[in-house]
């Protein structure tokens, strides 16, 4: 079992910066492919960016040369740098993570964190 746990959500003005953290924790043998997603009322959860084990990183259109993410793999932690935010940024934003478990490779999610821009 793998556990997602979420921080750094919050309310900033346009223009701002945060800085999204996600730990993962519990029993696994390796993590995978971690990323960051982002879901509103009523629409389906949507990529923002990924990173692969090796380093490899890919990026939704409308937040490239905004966001950053990037991985502390020793302590299976993934971040995502949030710059010149713009009020459609405003989300919950969900970790993810794919972890081999006994052999198996599955898929999991963070409860979410808020990310608020005001205009």
């Known amino acids: 079992q793998v556990q997602l746990v979420e921080s750094g959500g919050g309310l900033v003005q346009t223009g701002g910066s945060l800085r999204l953290s996600c730990a993962a924790s519990?029993?696994?043998?390796?993590?995978?492919?971690m990323g960051w997603y982002h879901q509103a009322p009523g629409k389906q959860r949507e990529l923002v960016a990924t990173?692969?084990?090796?380093?490899?990183?890919k990026y939704a259109d409308s937040v490239k040369g905004r966001f950053t993410i990037s991985r502390d793999y020793a302590k299976n932690l993934v971040y995502l740098q949030m710059n010149s935010l713009k009020p459609e940024d405003t989300d919950v934003y969900y970790c993810?993570?794919?972890?081999?478990?006994?052999?198996?490779?599955?898929?999991?999610w963070g409860q979410g964190t808020q990310v608020t821009v005001s205009s």
């Open positions: 993810h993570a794919m972890a081999r478990v006994l052999a198996r490779v599955l898929g999991y």
């Open positions: 990173i692969t084990s090796t380093g490899m990183t």
């Open positions: 519990g029993s696994f043998d390796s993590i995978g492919v």
